[in-house]
């Protein structure tokens, strides 16, 4: 094997835990160890990666200083240029690193126009040597609810100089277009992707061009997944108490019992994360469903690692039904409080939808810092030109 390359979020939160740390670390340095150092673990920050707003470096910028990883990014210059330098370990940084005679690029998670950064990706690898470039997004349409980048001309333009395409974001795996390439994550971060495949994949290349890559996935043991949906809305089912022995009776027939002289062993892969969704229309009040008390008795009783219930029901009360699925997430009151704040403006009436989700948009990016003030400052701008029609000939009240 000549090295590992890992597309970003390494981490899932920027905010690492102490003992997530030490587990890196020491995975690393074992790996390292084992390797007698000859494999480089070569990697980019995904959007879990990058520093927060006002710290000096990122724990990814931390594990490349103790030389625990090779931490590639692109240089953006004054112009608005972008160029790969050549990795430097005594600084432990650069953009590319040659190995044997293939170059892996790597630029970090990005926010702002891609048609842009695909072009100035293009200027700036040389073509002729097998190139791998390192990304972190996902395409549009791979996984549902999920935004993504359009597979359009301007990605498809960056097949000219890059021949592996190695991404990271997306949870589920997929490849594209013969160029593309996603293992997902390693294993389930949360009960719904234990449905998709996921894990690693071992790659191959003799010669240039895409007909010289074999890809090999490898599905990575994880923490199995009972995910359990369940209509609760049933006549019969008019007491919480009648509820309740369904859903134990439901999900005790894919669970093991669990003797009460041994105690639970987390580390048997085998022991469930278990998630139950409930959803239907009842006739009793919510207020009567003991969830939690449902989650203490099933972990009690059975051999499950976790036990989530997700309570999605209707309440049918005196002709209303109460629906808590219309209840707004953060996103969604965020971008409505955006949204009034611009109508208050007359100017920008008729805009307030495009101009609050910019501002989303902008607030999201300088918290991450994964977007230099100038770069924010240039978006704006060519919103301005773009849009500036519109603003102008607004409605007024
Ligand atoms: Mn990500």
């Known amino acids: 094997m000549d090295f590992v390359l890992i597309a970003g979020d390494l981490f899932n ?10 587990n890196v670390y020491s995975s690393l340095a074992d790996f390292h160890k084992k390797a007698g150092h000859k494999i480089p673990v070569i990697a980019i920050e995904g959007n879990h990666d990058t520093k927060s707003y006002g710290m000096l470096r990122s724990w990814m910028q931390f594990l490349a200083e103790l030389d625990q990883i090779v931490l590639l990014d692109g240089r953006w210059g004054e112009k608005g240029g972008l160029t790969f330098e050549d990795y430097d370990p005594k600084r432990h940084r650069g953009g590319r690193i040659q190995i044997k005679d293939t170059f892996v690029y ?60 190695a991404l990271g974001h997306f949870h589920k795996q997929y490849q594209l277009h013969d160029w593309i390439h996603n293992p997902g994550s390693t294993e389930a971060n949360e009960a719904p992707e234990y449905e998709y495949p996921h894990g690693i994949f071992v790659v191959t290349v003799e010669g240039k061009g895409p007909a010289g890559i074999h890809v090999t996935p ?15 809305g049933q006549s019969n089912l008019d007491t919480w108490h009648a509820t309740k022995a369904l859903i ?41 469903m003991d969830v939690k008390g449902l989650e203490a008795d099933i972990t009690r009783d059975y051999e499950v690692l976790k036990v989530r219930i997700t309570n999605n029901v209707t309440e049918k009360a005196e002709g209303l039904i109460v629906d808590p699925n219309q209840a707004l997430s ?7 409080a955006f949204e009034k704040i611009v109508e208050n403006e007359p100017s920008f009436a008729g805009q307030a939808r495009a101009i609050s989700s910019l501002m989303a948009e902008i607030k999201t990016a300088m918290l991450a810092a994964t977007s230099s003030p100038v770069d924010t400052a240039d978006q ?13 000939g607004g409605r007024r009240p």
């Open 218 to 232: 490898v599905a990575v043991p994880g923490r199995r997944f009972v995910n359990q949906p369940l209509d609760v």
């Open 106 to 165: 790597g630029m970090r998670y990005h926010v702002g126009d891609m048609n842009v950064i695909y072009q100035r990706i293009k200027d700036a690898i040389p073509p002729g040597a097998f190139n791998i470039l390192a990304m972190h997004f996902g395409i549009q349409g791979e996984v549902a609810n999920e935004t993504g980048v359009s597979y359009g001309p301007g990605l498809a333009s960056l097949k000219e100089v890059v021949d592996y395409l």
């Open 13 to 22: 939160d920027n905010e690492v835990l102490p003992e997530t740390m030490v």
């Open 248 to 288: 134990t009776g439901t999900v005790a027939a894919r669970l093991v019992r669990r003797d009460p002289a041994k105690p639970a062993d987390p580390s048997n892969l085998n022991v469930p994360v278990v998630n139950i969704t409930l959803h239907g229309t009842i006739s009793y009040s919510r207020t009567e």
């Open 380 to 392: 704006l701008r060519k919103w301005w030109v773009g849009n500036r029609a519109q603003v102008k």
């Open 330 to 336: 953060l996103k969604e009151l965020e971008k409505q």
